[in-house]
């Protein structure tokens, strides 16, 4: 089983759409937890990190479900400039080399 | 503010020519760190750095090298270049550990023919 997995997609989504990505987790000692977002040919940048509690930034809520060890991010009223790859990131203790990064999954919101 | 500067952005090379990939970052940050992102696969760490003086290996360390005399400076150096080098090259550098953000230099796209 892979460390860190996502559905590659692509999801397609209409304009306005909620659209819904998961990412499991294999490491039960994983602590820390990310969304980057990386644009077509660009570097990945930071979208949100993920707390136990959730968290939400505007249009965009993050969850973490440790018992089956899987992460969410829930996106609201799509806009086209979404369109993106959203990379999920999980990090063991030690530091930024304890990190694995997940294939992302592609988002494409449709006119 | 620059950020991660990286340098080239594109490079074709022959095999077995050797070659640097640059890095710099103006955030004074002690951690950097060399990824390679394949099609299909998640980045993989090649070498990290937490400090001036202070290099380690990643994920997928052999058939390159690196330097960090600087805080500023994370040079990727790979010699005699293979074509299961041929991928995207991305520097990374953030101030902390895995609970903070990490900033991605613009990226490399090397071809080794």
């Known amino acids: 089983r892979k460390e860190v997995e996502q559905d590659p997609g692509p999801f397609n989504v209409p304009e306005g759409a909620t659209v819904a990505f998961n990412c499991t987790y294999s490491?039960?000692?994983?602590?820390?937890f990310f969304w980057y977002r990386q644009d077509c040919r660009k570097e990945p940048k930071l979208l949100m990190s993920?707390?136990?509690s959730g968290n939400e930034d505007g249009r965009f809520t993050a969850q973490l479900n440790r018992a089956s060890q899987y992460i969410s991010l829930l996106i609201r009223d799509s806009k086209l400039s979404d369109s993106a790859t959203y990379l999920c990131?999980?990090?063991?203790?030690?530091?930024?080399?304890?990190?694995?990064f997940g294939i992302g999954t592609k988002l494409q919101v449709i006119p | 503010n620059a950020g991660v500067t990286q340098t080239p952005k594109f490079r074709i090379l022959k095999i077995g020519q050797s070659m640097t990939l640059q890095c710099t970052q103006d955030?004074?940050?002690?951690?950097m760190y060399w990824y390679r992102q394949d099609p299909g696969m998640g980045l993989k760490l090649i070498y990290y750095?937490?400090?001036?003086?202070?290099?380690d290996k990643g994920e997928v360390p052999n058939g390159y090298n690196v330097s960090r005399s600087t805080t500023e400076d994370f040079p990727l150096r790979l010699e005699l270049a293979a074509p299961s080098q041929t991928s995207v090259y991305f520097c990374?550098?953030?101030?902390?550990?895995?609970?903070?953000?990490?900033?991605f230099g613009s990226g490399t796209q090397l071809s080794v023919l």
């Open positions: 990374a550098s953030s101030y902390g550990r895995e609970s903070e953000k990490l900033f």
């Open positions: 490491n039960s000692a994983s602590q820390s």
């Open positions: 993920v707390y136990s």
């Open positions: 990131v999980v990090g063991r203790p030690g530091g930024y080399q304890k990190v694995t």
């Open positions: 955030m004074n940050h002690n951690y």
């Open positions: 750095s937490v400090g001036a003086g202070i290099t």
